[in-house]
């Protein structure tokens, strides 16, 4: 079966860009001070013979995708981004009319061998891990998803039915999913606004009198009550450290204070995530139940827990039941596929984090399998600025994670997306703990790239 909206990709164009942090972002075992931002754009064709360009972009951020402190930063990255330019080249010799997410299937393997490929050439002693290629891969296949919504003149989301895909869901999924589509797991049209998760870095200042001359004097908040009162915020990410009980317990206590302090009226929901840093599940077990006798209310504003343990799933095979029946234990790092997605929930992990650093084809088959089997899912956004962050922030608003979705940009990386808050100011300034959508518009993913730009027609 052919469709006239099937494209097939033209040309694919990377461009990097480094982005500096106002602030240094501290998480698990590292500390985020400078990342590259990558923006692919892409040229397609369907089969109507129309032409558009699409884009996407995301931060080849190795110090989460690929942590290993054995091998140097420099060396990690430079691979990661040789990824996204072979990547390129792939989809560019892909030459089949397709849809995007057949595209990405199909390459699937290939973006595999590829990670091995240049892990050799660049000589890391240790292969990319796949989650890396995935990371480099993901503007990629962004823009791809942008430009077909662009070449047929619709919003992408409305191209995840069996009007535009060749392919039911049982093809990527299995035969339970027969005759069901991407479309049946998602929303019609974007959320207006959608509450926002405020990052905690296991390095922020907590209170406006910790706040010094080495901080930023840029006009930003430097310190949690400060951001809490510009934005309303009342969704919290709270970064532990993972192995100092004590430690996590009171920052969990002074940052679930501060927010009672000055949002009054309202109701505070909060995670907790200590990047892979537990040893074993016992360690969360064990600070949950001391959370719960000594704060029951806190324990009761705990959302869910994100990855506490290392992403190796079956090195350990953690049983993770025992956290999961106190909270909802999200995987994040581990989850680079269907295989992984199964595994997680055998071993006993709750739910699923989406990020579109993992790619947005990859994503959608998440949402699909997640929301059939009644798992729960977050959206996580990896600090991303500029039009990584509108296309996080337009995938959360149309599908059903819990609670809301992360913008940790517009913390620590302001400064990279001033053209683009221009356009999106409803995204890039949090407003009574939410972001609004209102500016995601037109066909494709909504970023107004052309508005953004100063191209307008």
């Given at each position: 079966m052919s469709l006239q909206s099937d494209i097939k990709v033209l040309s694919a164009q990377p461009c990097i860009d480094p982005a500096t942090a106002r602030s240094p972002f501290k998480f698990g075992a590292v500390v985020l001070e400078e990342c590259p931002f990558c923006e692919v754009k892409v040229k397609v064709?369907?089969?109507?013979?129309?032409?558009?360009e699409g884009y996407g972009g995301i931060f080849l951020m190795d110090l989460w995708a690929f942590p290993d402190p054995a091998v140097p930063h420099e060396r990690k990255n430079?691979?990661?981004?040789?990824?996204?330019?072979?990547?390129?080249?792939?989809?560019?010799?892909?030459n089949e009319f397709s849809h995007p997410v057949d595209i990405f299937w199909n390459l699937r393997e290939e973006l595999r061998r590829i990670g091995k490929e240049v892990s050799k050439e660049k000589d890391l002693k240790r292969n990319l891990p796949f989650l890396a290629s995935l990371v480099s891969a993901s503007p990629v296949d962004a823009a791809i998803h942008d430009a077909f919504?662009?070449?047929?003149?619709?919003?992408?989301y409305k191209g995840y039915g069996k009007e535009f895909m060749k392919h039911d869901l049982s093809y990527y999924l299995g035969k339970e999913f027969k005759g069901k589509y991407i479309a049946d797991y998602i929303r019609e049209e974007y959320l207006p606004r959608i509450p926002v998760f405020h990052v905690v870095g296991s390095g922020d200042k907590l209170r406006k009198s910790e706040v010094d001359e080495t901080d930023p004097q840029d006009g930003l908040p430097n310190s949690l009550d400060e951001w809490i009162r510009r934005g309303g915020l009342f969704c919290l990410k709270v970064k532990l450290k993972g192995n100092n009980l004590r430690w996590d317990l009171d920052r969990i206590e002074q940052v679930a204070s501060i927010d009672h302090e000055v949002q009054k009226e309202k109701d505070l929901f909060f995670s907790i995530d200590a990047n892979e840093q537990c040893e074993s599940p016992e360690y969360i077990v064990e600070?949950?139940?001391?959370?719960?006798?000594?704060?029951?209310?806190?324990?009761e504003e705990l959302l869910y827990v994100e990855q506490p343990t290392e992403r190796d799933l079956s090195r350990h095979r953690f049983d993770m039941s025992s956290i999961s029946k106190l909270k909802p234990a999200i995987i994040d790092e581990s989850l680079t596929g269907i295989e992984e997605f199964d595994l997680a929930m055998e071993l006993g992990w709750s739910g699923i984090a989406l990020k579109t650093c993992k790619c947005q084809s990859e994503d959608l088959l998440f949402v699909a399998k997640a929301h059939q089997e009644s798992i729960p899912y977050i959206v996580c956004d990896l600090t991303n600025p500029r039009i990584a962050l509108i296309h996080s922030v337009g995938l959360a608003a149309r599908i059903y994670p819990i609670k809301g979705v992360?913008?940790?940009s517009c913390q620590f990386f302001p400064e990279?997306?001033?053209?683009?808050?221009?356009?999106?100011?409803?995204?890039?300034?949090?407003?009574?703990?939410?972001?609004s959508t209102e500016s995601i518009k037109g066909y494709g993913l909504g970023y107004q790239i052309e508005k953004i730009r100063g191209k307008e027609k």
């Open positions: 064709q369907n089969r109507k013979g129309e032409v558009a430079k691979a990661m981004q040789e990824i996204t330019r072979r990547f390129c080249r792939k989809v560019t010799e892909h919504g662009k070449v047929n003149k619709i919003d992408t600070l949950l139940h001391k959370l719960k006798k000594n704060h029951p209310d806190y324990f992360g913008a940790n990279a997306s001033k053209e683009e808050a221009q356009v999106h100011p409803g995204i890039f300034r949090r407003k009574d703990g939410t972001v």
